[in-house]
């Protein structure tokens, strides 16, 4: 037992207690009669492969080994012994399954779960020889002169309901009241190939071929009750690595179990590896973020060594513009959809516009932003961008005698028939379009950005009573 002890704690996370119940399972082997005749052995997970390791082996007290090198501590893989995962999966027993020795020896096996705590932590394994019919059988013979094209199959299933013969496409897997498999398409062979089983399926048992975990007695007898307008019964499981859907009918006419198996791994997949893909540009967002404030913070550290006014307000400007870039890169970083929320983003372009501005702590900034607006997050970059660039207009040229207690900002969202139109007005001195339509960077940057990157359209009205800055797009706006 010391050599099951040391696999156990090389290749499986099982604990001392799980380890005496799998010295326990071998000594009772050693003692039960019925395995005299057989190779016997017990498996566990490989926890750094996923397959399957020997961690045990009874030889035959009568007769000869079907082995002829020492098999323990070897792995069990998936594609030659189907039943082994099966029981490890399903936590049912997989009886006179198919499978392929470790020295390509076609043999039989009958496994059994070994059970702790409700979680299968080995399996126990009784193997035997394999007839000549069984050979001749797991080499096509009877399973393609029964089943040599999809129109053989529809023929078999063309005593069917409707119902089930529409689905073709699917696995369709057809039991007898016995629970064996007396019925089968090509695309139900060819799923079992693909998940593990080894020859010929019709005849094994429900048992030996449940990959959901149920067994044949509960679901006949829970079918049989179910109202015919509320079948099939439908559920998802996963196998090994697949994703499967099933429904379940009760056929009455020929009193059979009707299970219709979709494979929906492919599609599993590639919702995870969009999700992957949303998580990868979050940590990209969330990097960029962090990199810009460090640029913010170098520009803020160069800021105070500088003693121009005009440049000190240039590059102040400069640090206002990026740190309205890094306020939606850091939005962004924290969700996983293409779309931001409008009102969100502008609700922390603010705040930061606020901390970089010791003079728009006075300015009354009001928000009216409709909540449901959604935009993509190219655009909401721009739109950070000509906010910013309307707000350092507001707080550098609307109030020149200085923000006053009654001095306001307000920004209006709305959207009408796919178009968003956003409006910033405050209540300052205006000016005078004509002279500085030449001569103004922000304008320069909001024309810009408006009309080449959003792609819209930009209005400006001024006067003594203050300044009204709109500009509208289309929200499905392709770049």
Sequence with gaps: MKRL??????????????????????????QVDDYEDYDVFI???????????????????????LYRQQVVGKDALR?????????????????????????????????????????????????????????????????????????ATIQLFGRLDKAVTNQLADAVLGFDQSGHLVLANRTAIELYQKVGYIGNIFGLTYDNLSLDGSNFA??????????DDEQPLVSNFNYLNYFFRS?????????????????????????AEIISKSVAIREINHRVKNNLQSVISLLRIQQRRIQNPEAKKALNESVSRIMAIASTYELMSKQLDDETNLKAAIQLLISHFVQLNDSATKLKIKLDIDSTIVVDNDQIVTISIIINELLQNVVSHAFPNGIQKDSQVSIIGQAENGIITIRVQDNGVGFDLDQTRSGSLGLMIIRSYVSDKLLGRLKIKSSSRGTVTSFSFDQQTQH
Excluded: M
């Design 5 to 30: 002890v040391e696999l156990c704690k090389q290749y499986t996370n099982l604990d001392e207690d799980e380890i005496r119940k799998l010295i326990f399972e071998a000594k009772r082997i050693e």
């Design 79 to 151: 594609e030659n012994e189907p039943g082994v995962f099966h029981t490890f999966e399903t936590k049912l027993k997989s009886v006179d399954l198919l499978a392929e020795t470790q020295e390509h020896r076609l043999i039989r096996q009958r496994i059994y779960p070994i059970a702790f705590n409700n979680r299968t932590i080995g399996v126990t394994i009784v193997e035997s020889d394999v007839s000549q019919d069984v050979l001749d059988n797991f080499q096509g013979r009877d399973l393609e002169s029964r089943y040599n094209d999809v129109s």
């Design 43 to 65: 498996d566990v997970k490989n926890q750094f492969n996923g397959q399957a390791v020997v961690v045990y082996h009874k030889l035959p007290q009568n007769g000869r080994s």
């Design 218 to 227: 509960d679901v006949s007898s829970k079918i049989k009750q179910v109202q």
């Design 247 to 271: 429904r379940k009918f009760w056929n009455k006419q020929n009193r059979q179990l009707v299970i219709l198996i979709q494979d929906k791994t492919d599609v599993k997949r590639k919702e």
